[in-house]
């Protein structure tokens, strides 16, 4: 049984960090992601990294101040994320399968963050 499950998420202020983690079981994934939904909105392409190359995919929202990454031993993702603005928030989701912008069919439950101004 494929799993992902997400932690990391909470409020932080504007101008803030956080660090989001995906740690995946049942399977090893060749690529994974991140997508977004904030209230009211579709879900978002957040990020999404190749596991063998390490080759970098992000929305254009987040560019250059969120970092995806991943440890292979571990079989999980990572998601920095720095200078957060009140527009980051939305629940996050862990995507199993993503190919560049394209979501895989494994998903995570969500984790929170809200950036307050």
């Known amino acids: 049984q494929v799993q992902l499950v997400e932690s990391g998420g909470g409020l932080v202020q504007a101008g803030g960090s956080l660090r989001l983690s995906c740690a995946a079981s049942?399977?090893?994934?060749?690529?994974m992601g991140w997508f977004r939904q904030a209230p009211g909105k579709e879900r978002e392409f957040v990020a999404s990294i190749l596991w063998s190359s390490g080759a970098t995919y992000y929305g254009d929202s987040v560019k250059g101040r969120f970092t995806i990454s991943r440890d292979n031993r571990k079989n999980t993702q990572y998601l920095q994320m720095n200078s957060l603005k009140p527009e980051d928030t939305a629940v996050y989701y862990c995507?199993?399968?993503?190919?560049?912008?394209?979501?895989?069919?494994?998903w995570g439950q969500g984790t929170q963050v809200t950036v307050s101004s």
């Open positions: 995507n199993g399968g993503t190919v560049g912008r394209r979501a895989g069919g494994s």
């Open positions: 049942g399977r090893t994934f060749s690529s």
